[in-house]
């Protein structure tokens, strides 16, 4: 009799040993809740919507636009830190530095000032684009001169909140701009946006 209830007393502690390993197991943080903190993936392309894509394109491969060629003879370093957001080398803060390190023109320092302000606590969601007019004779202009453009952020997501454009306006009444888009479609992953031709922008939010 003793000797079965020792046997019992060994069980019963196996199990309490194994249950206490597996309480400790499924306690270990998970990986899956790391990834969720991490910056979106930015591989996914920004495109205009279907529908007025033969009107309107957004071009990712800046080198070769003539914009971007004006771009480097006036801001060399504004260039380079667009082309290092592309390549997926540079984040917001180090964007920030190089904003900060711009020499403009005196009519577009309180706008770069503001700009800077408003990329504090923010992530980059997607590369940095030009926006272009295809067709101008079937293009509608909005009163002030900014075109309404629908293009598809796959990169967007549910939990996103503070969804903005920062863009770099040549033709502008302001150089340096973050802009509230007209409608944000999180479900769709769509955003309708006011650009100039020749705009160079890139979506951001508020950082998690």
Not at 11 to 36: E, F, H, K, M, Q
Request: with cysteine.
């Amino acid at each position: 009799m003793k000797i079965a209830k020792k046997f019992m007393t060994l069980a019963l502690a196996a199990a309490l040993g194994v249950g206490c390993a597996t309480v400790g197991i499924g306690a270990a943080p998970s990986n899956t809740s790391d990834l969720a903190a991490v910056a979106p993936s930015r591989t996914s392309e920004t495109t205009v919507d279907s529908k007025q894509s033969s009107i309107y394109e957004v071009v990712k491969e800046l080198e070769k636009t003539q914009g971007f060629a004006d771009l480097q003879a006036k801001y060399k370093d504004l260039a380079d830190a667009f082309k290092q957001i592309n390549n997926g080398t540079m984040k917001m803060e180090d964007f920030i530095k190089v904003l900060k390190s711009l020499s403009v023109d005196e009519a577009d320092k309180a706008d770069l000032e503001d700009a800077i302000a408003k990329l504090e606590g923010k992530m980059i969601v997607t590369f940095v684009y030009e926006f272009n007019v295809l067709k101008p004779e079937e293009a509608k202009p909005n009163d002030d001169g900014t075109y309404e453009v629908k293009i598809n952020v796959p990169s967007l997501t549910d939990t996103m909140e503070g969804i903005q454009l920062w863009v770099y306006s040549k033709d502008g009444t302001k150089k340096f701009v973050v802009i509230d888009p007209v409608n944000i479609d999180k479900e769709g992953k769509t955003l309708t946006v006011n650009l100039n031709d020749g705009d160079f922008f890139m979506v951001i939010a508020d950082a998690k």
